[in-house]
């Protein structure tokens, strides 16, 4: 009998770890937010809100420099007015939103007249790529690269 107790708590305790374990393991890290460096706050904050339509979000400094966006459930775009100067940047860094229709985006850039082009750099194109979804590529009012698509994740 005492070596059938001892087994029933090996498998408990070996059942136990192993359901902590595969907890741990799928435990990713999530995007808290994303901060760029902008040179004027007022255009910056403008072309996210009015453009990207993404929703302001309390910001705990109230100083007039930062502005936080709620990008999804657990992370922010966070624009800090600290840079120097309008600089340029790679196409491949870029920050890239997901909409449910590119087309419906691409009306509110022309609207605007806002510069838009495929990955290729060819002006108001779209990209189709080869799993179907479709992209283009735009700078915000600091020189940033956002993709925007259609995909559905």
């Not at 799928?26 to 007022?42: F, M, R, T």
């Not at 999804?72 to 870029?94: F, G, M, P, W, Y």
């Amino acid at each position: 009998m005492y070596l059938f107790d001892v087994m029933k708590k090996y498998a408990f305790l070996l059942a136990l770890l192993s359901a902590t374990l595969t907890g741990m393991a799928q435990k990713k890290p999530v995007l808290n937010h994303i901060a760029l460096s902008v040179y004027d706050l007022g255009k910056a904050t403008a072309f996210y809100r009015d453009i990207m339509h993404i929703d302001t979000i309390p910001e705990p400094f109230h100083d007039g420099k930062h502005t936080w966006f709620r990008i999804s459930e657990q992370s922010q775009l966070h624009l800090i007015q600290n840079a120097k100067a309008i600089t340029q940047h790679d196409k491949n860094s870029h920050i890239c939103f997901s909409v449910p229709s590119v087309e419906g985006l691409i009306d509110l850039l022309d609207k605007h007249q806002i510069y838009y082009e495929n990955w290729a750099g060819e002006p108001k194109t779209v990209t189709k790529r080869v799993d179907g979804v479709k992209q283009i590529y735009l700078k915000d009012p600091d020189g940033y690269w956002i993709e925007i698509n259609d995909d559905k994740y």
